[in-house]
């Protein structure tokens, strides 16, 4: 059977046997897949650098309806966020994003939303977005293409931000200078009822509000 070929946004790898990888990625037509990248910790790999966190790539890979896992050929880079690692705040922010895609999403369940809001993240902070406006619209969109954002119960000026953050995308928010204590309210709502849902503690989340 011939390779699918998928864009993806990588969101984890953990190592497997002596030499290999197993990826969980986000592809923008079928969902998070998980696979077995073949060697993929050894210098001279069919993946190079392309399997670092939340780089863009296109993913080679084969998928057989009867293994969960797929096998991984190879994988294209199409826009590594290397810059953004330089910047401890930044690089926080974008593992506290892959965490919760990992967690929230189920397998082989198309989200081509998760998958431009997941995009639209990375975009706005390579164009020096500030962290605390991502993670906040990335919370607050996240619980909502999940489904189960309940009524939000914060201050009126929280209120007063997520409705703009509900029509509004992340690029043309209203100019604000975003603190840690703007819309503080709303993220923690909704990190609550992320944790409830998947029924667990986010490991992320403690790092980013000690920032």
Same mark, same amino acid.
């Given at each position: 059977?011939?390779?699918?070929?998928?864009?993806?946004?990588?969101? &984890?790898?953990?190592?497997?046997?002596?030499?290999?990888?197993?990826?969980?990625?986000?592809?923008?037509?079928?969902?998070? #897949?998980?696979?077995?990248?073949? &060697?993929?910790?050894?210098?001279?790999?069919?993946?190079?650098?392309?399997?670092?966190?939340?780089?863009?790539?296109?993913?080679?890979?084969?998928?057989?309806?009867?293994?969960?896992?797929?096998?991984? !050929?190879?994988?294209?880079?199409?826009?590594?966020?290397? +810059?953004?690692?330089? /910047?401890?705040?930044?690089?926080?922010?974008? !593992?506290?994003?892959?965490? =919760? +895609?990992?967690?929230?999403?189920?397998?082989?369940?198309?989200? *081509?939303?998760?998958? $431009? =809001?997941?995009? /639209?993240? #990375?975009?706005? =902070?390579?164009?020096?977005?500030?962290?605390?406006?991502?993670?906040?619209?990335?919370? #607050?969109?996240? +619980?909502? #293409?999940?489904?189960?954002?309940?009524?939000?119960?914060?201050?009126? *000026?929280?209120?007063?931000?997520?409705?703009?953050?509900?029509? %509004?995308?992340?690029?043309?928010?209203?100019?604000?200078?975003?603190?840690?204590? %703007?819309?503080?309210?709303?993220?923690?709502?909704?990190? $609550?009822?992320?944790?409830?849902?998947?029924?667990?503690?986010?490991?992320?989340?403690?790092?980013? *509000? +000690?920032?």
């Amino acid at each position: 059977m011939p390779a699918k070929v998928s864009e993806a946004f990588v969101l &984890r790898t953990y190592p497997f046997q002596e030499a290999d990888l197993v990826v969980s990625f986000l592809t923008r037509d079928q969902g998070k #897949l998980r696979g077995v990248a073949k &060697r993929a910790r050894r210098p001279k790999s069919n993946f190079g650098s392309g399997l670092e966190r939340l780089s863009h790539v296109r993913m080679s890979f084969d998928q057989r309806e009867t293994r969960e896992l797929v096998r991984l !050929d190879s994988c294209e880079l199409v826009e590594s966020q290397f +810059a953004l690692q330089s /910047s401890y705040e930044a690089s926080l922010v974008l !593992d506290y994003m892959a965490e =919760l +895609a990992e967690q929230l999403l189920p397998l082989s369940e198309p989200s *081509e939303k998760y998958f $431009r =809001l997941l995009n /639209s993240m #990375l975009v706005y =902070l390579r164009g020096g977005g500030q962290i605390w406006a991502a993670a906040t619209y990335y919370t #607050l969109w996240a +619980a909502r #293409l999940s489904g189960f954002l309940p009524a939000l119960k914060i201050s009126r *000026e929280s209120a007063e931000i997520a409705e703009e953050m509900f029509d %509004t995308p992340i690029a043309n928010l209203t100019e604000r200078e975003w603190s840690k204590e %703007t819309a503080r309210d709303l993220r923690r709502f909704c990190v $609550r009822q992320i944790e409830m849902h998947v029924e667990r503690r986010l490991m992320t989340v403690g790092m980013l *509000e +000690a920032l």
